[in-house]
């Protein structure tokens, strides 16, 4: 397993970008016939077609993380963004090695969050409720560092995605009588909104003001803390895009992610995952029209492979809107991961620190066993 003392040496990253995409894809068709069995290529919807088309198996982030449970690879590339390959890391077995492509494809929305923050809050709620570990639930959206889903793990929390953001906050409200919500404050209000928990009992936590600019009143009030996070690509979504759209096309589709607002979310005919967008959008009748407010890539492939069921789909912003980080996996860095894996050495591995990762995965096995 992972035998490395045949290696060749490691072949930088420079031999490999400038290389055209049709070179690349030559190198990666290559690596992996090297690789066979070895390897398997996990890929997020988000991922552009030219890495897209090579992957092993696709998922959103709830299915990506039971695929990495499951596999039995060496190696498994994941194509998608940090915290995805943590939660892979998290998830395999201590043997199996995640490989990142290009290290700087993160989620700024996940940056929206840091621990430093995060304990800071903790502090403060303490000085405000008692012991928050009583009253509060901590909750993270998968798209979050390692050490904050230790944090859940740590303070009874749990982790949770777009996919089973409501079946996680019943349970979270179940633990205790509140919930603290992070990163992203868009999938933590539609979720609350949906279990019927009114819009003043969700208050926003600004981690950047003391006692997050909220008062002992509105923090004892709140059932839900939401952090003020969100993500740079669905904030793009507006619902003045979904009524214009409507004037044209009243009897049109919308579908959205819950990262969008509320006012988008309120306004869309279905909301989900990425997953659940594809299959939506996939099963409805032939000739049926949609508007989609997620990512650009993920809109685009299933506009062209539903093209010939007469689908019409369009995207939901009038800019384009892709998520840069997502891009950071280009062929070029997908070539250059498998071929050095295919000569023995593991560039870019993904290892969250031992005591971080037992913890986080407590958060996450809540998680598979609540969803
Ligand atoms: P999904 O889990 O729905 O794929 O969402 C991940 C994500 O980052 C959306 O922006
Ligand atoms: Fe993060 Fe937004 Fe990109 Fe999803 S689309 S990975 S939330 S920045």
Redesign the pocket.
């Given at each position: 397993m992972n035998d490395i003392s045949t290696a060749s040496p490691v072949l930088e990253f420079k031999h490999f970008a400038a290389l055209s995409d049709e070179q690349a894809e030559a190198h990666i068709i290559e690596a992996r016939a090297r690789l066979a069995q070895r390897a398997v290529l996990l890929c997020?919807?988000?991922q552009r077609e030219s890495i897209y088309r090579h992957a092993d198996l696709t998922g959103?982030?709830?299915k990506l993380a039971r695929l990495a449970a499951q596999t039995d690879a060496e190696f498994i590339v994941f194509c998608g963004v940090r915290f995805m390959a943590e939660v892979a890391d998290i998830l395999s077995r201590p043997q199996q090695i995640v490989i990142l492509p290009d290290l700087a494809a993160g989620?700024s929305m996940a940056d929206m969050a840091d621990l430093e923050k995060v304990e800071q809050c903790w502090i403060e709620l303490t000085d405000m409720l008692g012991t928050p570990d009583a009253r509060i639930t901590p909750v993270t959206y998968?798209?979050s560092a390692a050490d904050l889903k230790a944090f859940c793990g740590e303070h009874g929390g749990v982790v949770c995605?777009?996919?089973n953001a409501p079946a996680i906050i019943d349970w979270a409200l179940k633990q205790r009588e509140k919930v603290l919500f992070f990163p992203d404050q868009h999938l933590g209000r539609w979720t609350g909104y949906k279990k019927g928990i009114p819009l003043d009992q969700m208050a926003v936590w600004d981690p950047d003001l003391e006692n997050g600019g909220l008062t002992k009143k509105e923090i004892e009030h709140a059932r839900i803390l939401l952090w003020k996070g969100y993500?740079s690509?669905?904030q793009m979504f507006q619902v003045e895009h979904i009524r214009n759209w409507r004037t044209q096309h009243p009897d049109g589709f919308v579908i959205s992610?819950p990262?969008c607002n509320l006012d988008v979310c309120l306004e869309s005919n279905y909301v989900g995952?990425?997953?659940f967008i594809i299959n939506t959008v996939t099963a409805a009748p032939p000739g049926t029209r949609w508007l989609v407010g997620?990512?650009l890539n993920l809109v685009s492939r299933l506009a062209e492979q539903l093209k010939a069921q007469n689908k019409i789909i369009k995207f939901m912003a009038p800019t384009v809107c892709m998520?840069s980080t997502m891009q950071r996996i280009d062929p070029q860095h997908l070539a250059w991961a498998l071929e050095n894996l295919a000569n023995g050495n593991a560039v870019n591995p993904i290892r969250v620190p031992t005591h971080d990762a037992e913890l986080a995965r407590a958060a996450l096995t809540r998680m598979l066993e609540t969803s």
């Open positions: 997020h919807h988000y959103d982030s709830l989620c998968i798209n995605t777009s996919t993500c690509v669905h992610h990262e995952s990425t997953e997620t990512e998520c």
